[in-house]
């Protein structure tokens, strides 16, 4: 039995990764070929998400091919953000953190408050503004689902506010990059301070960076972005006690979460990862073995990127937009209100760090 689950995901895995490599020859096509370029300017993992959300509208994904994909974005996602820490040495983990901590801090709190005055304006239901609220303030998809059993959520309001999250949340994903090129004129560190917190999901931001690299050659800025989005999930452990606090006040009712089982454990194989690299390059940088070391480094580089890339073509794949067309407006003016605010506060807190802290 156990083997037979394990095995059902395969085609979908294998999809993943046949879109990931169409998406890198479209690039070498265009970028190479095409523009005259000695390294295309085009993002692969871009192009990944774009041809995966035509062929997803397009076909519609058999539930053994979807198996796969729901692996592809849970756990190879994971896989390649966990990859992506051997670029990155403790002293950066630490110095990027205590910058990021305060500004996702104000972020959420700002967020918490526009959406809460919104939503006195716009009616929508008191479920699903704490969801979009949560999604938009932590980690999209992942902080929802782990909120959605806490206040009794009804299946429908959850599909809203993860539909939700996910359209403004690509959006932000494929523009942001460009945007935060040009408005902090190339500064890596601000640009992957913003990126990892204005963005929702942990796979969009990890694409925002990835694009932000590949178009701009600042691997720096995807270190940051990971860093600073990494950093934020961790505050689902704080926000699923309050946002329970908030909705049972005034009643007695069991509080139905658990710490142990809402912690994004992955964040520890990223440190992992930070350590195994330094561990690795005090053994072996300057003894006979450096080569080898050098390339297994490359290699686990390389893997990220493969790893991320699918999870961005898994993603796209399993974005119908079919099913928006039925939500009604008024949620999304909530959302895209609650990721306006994260991206203008974001700038705001920046721009006052960069004048006072930086």
């Given at each position: 039995?156990?083997?037979?689950?394990y095995?059902?995901?395969?085609?979908?895995?294998?999809?993943?990764f046949?879109?990931?490599?169409?998406?890198?020859?479209?690039?070498?096509?265009?970028?190479i070929?095409?523009?005259?370029?000695?390294?295309?300017?085009?993002?692969?993992?871009?192009?990944?998400?774009?041809?995966?959300?035509?062929?997803g509208?397009?076909?519609?994904?058999?539930?053994?091919?979807?198996l796969?994909?729901?692996?592809?974005?849970?756990?190879?996602?994971?896989?390649?953000?966990?990859?992506?820490?051997?670029?990155?040495k403790?002293?950066e983990?630490?110095?990027?953190?205590k910058?990021?901590?305060?500004?996702?801090?104000?972020?959420?709190v700002?967020?918490?408050?526009?959406?809460?005055?919104?939503?006195?304006?716009?009616?929508?239901?008191?479920?699903?503004?704490?969801?979009?609220?949560?999604?938009?303030?932590?980690?999209?998809?992942?902080?929802?689902?782990?909120?959605?059993?806490?206040?009794k959520?009804k299946?429908?309001?959850?599909?809203?506010?993860?539909?939700?999250?996910?359209?403004?949340?690509i959006?932000?994903m494929?523009?942001?990059?460009?945007?935060?090129?040009?408005?902090?004129?190339?500064?890596?560190l601000?640009?992957?301070?913003?990126?990892?917190?204005?963005?929702?999901?942990t796979?969009?931001?990890?694409?925002?960076?990835?694009i932000?690299?590949q178009?701009?050659?600042?691997?720096?800025?995807?270190?940051?972005?990971?860093?600073t989005?990494?950093?934020?999930?961790?505050?689902l452990?704080i926000?699923i006690?309050?946002?329970?606090y908030?909705?049972?006040?005034?009643?007695?009712?069991?509080q139905?979460y658990?710490?142990v089982?809402?912690?994004?454990?992955?964040v520890?194989?990223?440190?992992?990862?930070?350590?195994?690299?330094?561990?690795?390059?005090?053994?072996?940088?300057?003894?006979?073995?450096?080569?080898?070391w050098?390339?297994?480094?490359d290699?686990?580089k390389?893997?990220?990127?493969?790893?991320?890339?699918?999870?961005?073509a898994?993603?796209?794949l399993?974005?119908?937009?079919?099913?928006?067309?039925?939500?009604?407006?008024?949620?999304?003016?909530?959302?895209?209100?609650?990721?306006?605010?994260?991206?203008?506060v974001?700038?705001?807190?920046?721009?006052?760090?960069?004048?006072?802290?930086?």
């Amino acid at each position: 039995m156990l083997r037979n689950k394990y095995l059902v995901v395969i085609p979908g895995i294998i999809l993943a990764f046949v879109l990931y490599t169409l998406s890198q020859g479209f690039n070498n096509i265009i970028g190479i070929e095409l523009l005259g370029y000695e390294k295309s300017p085009i993002s692969t993992a871009m192009i990944a998400i774009l041809i995966g959300i035509f062929f997803g509208n397009i076909f519609k994904v058999r539930e053994s091919i979807s198996l796969g994909l729901d692996f592809t974005q849970k756990y190879i996602l994971k896989l390649g953000i966990i990859c992506l820490g051997i670029q990155l040495k403790p002293f950066e983990f630490l110095e990027f953190g205590k910058i990021a901590i305060p500004l996702i801090i104000i972020c959420i709190v700002s967020v918490l408050i526009v959406v809460k005055l919104v939503v006195k304006i716009i009616k929508i239901p008191r479920h699903m503004s704490y969801l979009i609220s949560i999604g938009s303030t932590v980690c999209g998809t992942t902080a929802i689902m782990a909120t959605a059993p806490v206040i009794k959520a009804k299946k429908n309001e959850i599909s809203y506010a993860i539909a939700n999250i996910t359209v403004f949340g690509i959006l932000s994903m494929l523009i942001y990059p460009y945007f935060a090129n040009f408005y902090f004129d190339s500064d890596s560190l601000k640009i992957g301070l913003f990126l990892g917190t204005s963005i929702h999901e942990t796979s969009q931001v990890a694409a925002a960076g990835l694009i932000y690299d590949q178009q701009f050659n600042s691997p720096e800025t995807l270190n940051v972005a990971t860093v600073t989005k990494l950093i934020r999930n961790t505050f689902l452990v704080i926000m699923i006690p309050l946002f329970a606090y908030l909705y049972n006040r005034g009643q007695t009712k069991e509080q139905n979460y658990s710490i142990v089982s809402i912690f994004p454990y992955f964040v520890l194989g990223f440190v992992a990862m930070i350590i195994f690299r330094n561990i690795g390059d005090q053994l072996f940088l300057d003894t006979t073995a450096s080569k080898n070391w050098s390339d297994t480094v490359d290699f686990i580089k390389l893997s990220s990127k493969i790893f991320l890339t699918m999870a961005m073509a898994a993603i796209g794949l399993s974005t119908n937009l079919r099913d928006l067309k039925s939500m009604g407006y008024k949620p999304f003016v909530v959302g895209f209100i609650a990721m306006s605010t994260v991206g203008i506060v974001s700038i705001l807190t920046i721009e006052i760090y960069s004048n006072y802290l930086m």
